[in-house]
T-cell receptor, first 111, second 111 residues
Framework: EPEVTQTPSHQVTQMGQEVILRCVPISNHLYFYWYRQILGQKVEFLVSFYNNEISEKSEIFDDQFSVERPDGSNFTLKIRSTKLEDSAMYFC?????????FGQGTRLTVV | GESVGLHLPTLSVQEGDNSIINCAYSNSASDYFIWYKQESGKGPQFIIDIRSNMDKRQGQRVTVLLNKTVKHLSLQIAATQPGDSAVYFCAENTGYSTLTFGKGTMLLVSP
């Protein structure tokens, strides 16, 4: 069964460092998303991406964040200068229409 | 702002019971709803969806009910099993771009 895969599963970084979270969406999907979940809280939308551009983003997705689809298979989320409050689970999702399939997440810990 | 929320943060049931998890939404423009299951340390897993032109949809052991009049969504799980223990999120989608998640309900199933 096709699935969304994310790497790494856990990333520890120092405050102020840049991190890149990687995702391989399901191959025939056209819509890609990043969500985050702070421990014990709900899943929050960050950004959606379609046709090689951002289609929608939340207020969380500020200038520190960027997304890229560098090739035909990967979808990345970059955080330029991490802050302690960026510590969370980051989920990538992809969709061929309405139903979004989620990856297992990357746990980002900023120390 | 408009939001999706849940009435019960924790629901404890006995194995074999039927479970009902509720969700209230406030965005009248939402036309598609999804229930996700999230097990500890994993990403949200699609359970069942429903479009706004329907009021009921059944899957395997699960039923989703939509009451647009009162903007209420419920997930019914028949013959609940220990493996159903997880956090359940409702999510609404007003288009292709964004899923807005509710806060989540923890379902605890006792053997």
């Amino acid at each position: 069964e096709p699935e969304v895969t994310q790497t790494p599963s856990h990333q520890v970084t120092q405050m102020g460092q840049e991190v890149i979270l990687r995702c391989v969406p399901i191959s025939n999907h056209l819509y890609f998303y990043w969500y985050r979940q702070i421990l014990g809280q709900k899943v929050e939308f960050l950004v959606s991406f379609y046709n090689n551009e951002i289609s929608e983003k939340s207020e969380i997705f500020d200038d520190q964040f960027s997304v890229e689809r560098p090739d035909g298979s990967n979808f990345t989320l970059k955080i330029r200068s991490t802050k302690l409050e960026d510590s969370a689970m980051y989920f990538c999702a992809s969709s061929g229409g309405l139903e979004a399939f989620f990856g297992q997440g990357t746990r980002l810990t900023v120390v | 702002g408009e939001s999706v929320g849940l009435h019960l943060p924790t629901l404890s049931v006995q194995e074999g019971d039927n479970s009902i998890i509720n969700c209230a939404y406030s965005n009248s423009a939402s036309d598609y709803f999804i229930w996700y299951k999230q097990e500890s340390g994993k990403g949200p897993q699609f359970i069942i969806d429903i479009r706004s032109n329907m009021d009921k949809r059944q899957g395997q052991r699960v039923t989703v009910l939509l009451n647009k009049t009162v903007k209420h969504l419920s997930l019914q799980i028949a013959a609940t099993q220990p493996g159903d223990s997880a956090v359940y999120f409702c999510a609404e989608n007003t288009g292709y771009s964004t899923l807005t998640f509710g806060k989540g309900t923890m379902l605890l199933v006792s053997p």
